[in-house]
């Protein structure tokens, strides 16, 4: 189960950090993915970590301003985004695959939090 949470409304500019805490399954042995959805686009990936946390992947739109990190201890990983533009609104997910350890489809999803940002 992924619970995300910390998405809300903020002027351009701004910042927010979201959060996914997940249970059910060993959270340090998985990838962890943030992917987002605006109105009458496709989703797309927004970032992601390995499950040992060493490497990272971002979107190119949110290079420099995003950053994915994970805590083990809590069963948490987190998307800080700063500098914020209105093209970044959308419903942000957390995701992980169903097989630890190896690249796999994102086969596990959080309900999505809102992310608005107004100009």
């Known amino acids: 189960q992924l619970q995300a949470s910390g998405g809300g409304l903020v002027q351009a500019g701004g910042s927010l950090r979201l959060s996914c805490t997940t249970s059910?399954?060993?959270?340090?042995?998985?990838?962890m993915g943030w992917f987002r959805k605006a109105p009458g686009k496709e989703r797309e990936i927004v970032a992601a970590?390995?499950?040992?946390?060493?490497?990272?992947h971002y979107e190119d739109s949110v290079k420099g301003r995003f950053t994915i990190s994970r805590d083990n201890a809590k069963n948490t990983v987190y998307l800080e985004m700063n500098s914020l533009i209105p093209e970044d609104t959308a419903k942000y997910y957390c995701?992980?695959?169903?097989?630890?350890?190896?690249?796999?489809?994102?086969?596990?999803w959080g309900q999505g939090t809102q992310v608005t940002v107004s100009s």
């Open positions: 059910g399954h060993t959270f340090s042995d998985y990838a």
């Open positions: 995701a992980t695959p169903n097989t630890p350890r190896v690249p796999a489809p994102y086969e596990y």
């Open positions: 970590i390995t499950w040992s946390g060493d490497m990272t």
